[in-house]
């Protein structure tokens, strides 16, 4: 292990060694990195509580953080943090085009990339808190993605949990990925129309620079065709905050298609950073069914999301095969990709029965114009779990834990213990 102090918190690395397939404990070993986070007054001390986070995605490593900045600081008045990178991501055992090419062919590939879903990144989790704490449980924050974590561990393993908080991550317990998408694209939809409302001039901003990439072959820095459909995708940027705002700016800096504004482009269209999450996004949603690139099939259910349409809307959270073939980054795992999007019979990732009877102090923050997570599909979640407590609110969007300076967490400890 090693230490080191930043502003206010005193940060310690960890390594842990857990199998690469939990059903096989004696079999290959894959490692896994957490950092400790503690406040510098409170380091030391064995009686400081452990929270867990986990990270949206899926496929991102956990935050790095500097001193106590956002929810951190919230956070670091009640617990010692563990900021886990889930298996495959930042300092865990990558995975990579490169490191997948060692695997053998497609099919080994694809093999291999069935062991990077919520379900192993919970029983990684219990490792993790068995080496560390014994027998004692420990709370659980999840964030997005990590939230679907944090209900697969209420299903599997409740008993490592002393309470669960979830922001934004409740997922429909028997939803397939059609479903999901069936829900999202309205939403989307719904969001580009507030875009245009605020910022009119973009709607032929849009249009003018969808012509230009349609008559002609414009590429990215890295070689990726800059497609309209490509274009299309930078609407994942509107179910932020300030994405609109952001993505405004992004507009009005590409009249001329500019080398600036192709590499900036491309800083939000590459998955170099993160190439797990476009190939197991819509895994993290199959439960006993095949995905089966289910957004590009359900797109052609919603004529206006046509690259041909006027106005052009932009996407949402979607991941397209597309995108597997055009990316270089992603290139080289793409028939991986088809194998497990033809894969029917994943894990289940969640128990209804033993979610019905849980026991553990839960709460769960639902953001009522969540891009990405389905409120409806959440509200029906937070329902069947018993005892979880929620909070629904307009007030923040799907990045609300990340931008409230601690105010989200801070309600959400307050409902698990029921001061609120």
């Known amino acids: 292990m090693t230490s080191y102090a930043q502003p206010g918190t005193v940060l310690t690395d960890h390594v842990f060694p857990v199998p690469l397939d939990h059903d096989r404990p004696d079999g290959e070993q894959i490692e896994v990195f957490a950092r400790e986070v503690s406040a510098r007054s409170l380091a030391g001390r064995d009686d400081v509580p452990w929270l867990l986070f986990l990270q949206g995605g899926p496929g991102f490593p956990a935050q790095r953080p500097v001193g106590r900045e956002g929810w951190l600081d919230r956070a670091l008045r009640d617990y010692r943090v563990l900021l886990l990178d889930q298996r495959g991501t930042g300092r865990s055992t990558p995975v990579s085009a490169a490191s997948l090419a060692l695997r053998g062919d497609a099919a080994a590939q694809a093999r291999y990339l069935t062991h990077f879903r919520a379900d192993s990144i919970v029983l990684d989790a219990e490792l993790i808190r068995t080496s560390l704490l014994g027998d004692v449980p420990w709370s659980v924050l999840g964030q997005s993605f990590g939230g679907f974590c944090v209900v697969s561990y209420l299903s599997f393993a409740p008993h490592g949990l002393c309470e669960a908080l979830i922001a934004g991550g409740l997922p429909g317990l028997s939803a397939t990925a059609d479903d999901v998408y069936r829900a999202m694209y309205p939403r989307v939809a719904a ?3 507030a875009h245009y409302a605020s910022y009119p001039d973009d709607e032929g901003l849009v249009i003018s620079i969808a012509q230009r990439l349609a008559e002609g072959d ?3 820095p890295d070689g990726a065709p800059l497609t309209v459909e490509a274009f299309q995708s930078l609407g994942r940027m509107l179910g932020n905050a300030a994405g609109s705002h952001r993505l405004h700016y992004l507009l009005e800096a590409g009249a001329d298609l500019s080398q600036a504004w192709l590499y900036e482009m491309q800083r939000h269209l590459s998955f170099a950073g993160a190439p797990l999450y476009a190939v197991l996004h819509e895994a993290c949603y199959a439960q006993r069914t095949a995905t089966r690139w289910a957004a590009q ?24 095969p597309w995108m597997l073939g055009d990316d270089p980054v992603l290139r080289p795992m793409r028939d991986a990709a088809d194998i497990l999007a033809d894969r029917d019979d994943w894990p289940v990732l969640y128990d209804p029965s033993r979610l019905a009877a849980n026991e553990v102090p839960a709460a769960a923050a639902v953001y009522f114009d969540d891009m990405y997570v389905d409120p409806g599909f959440s509200l029906a979640t937070a329902g069947a779990i018993g005892g979880l407590r929620r909070w629904v609110t307009s007030e923040y969007e799907h990045d609300g834990l990340r931008v409230s300076g601690g105010r989200v967490l801070d309600h959400l400890i307050g409902l698990v213990r029921g001061e609120v």
């Open 218 to 220: 414009i590429r990215l």
């Open 297 to 320: 099939r359900v797109r052609a259910e919603f004529a206006e999301f046509s690259p041909a349409a006027e106005p052009l809307l932009f996407t949402g959270e979607m991941i397209y």
């Open 191 to 193: 969001r580009n129309s």
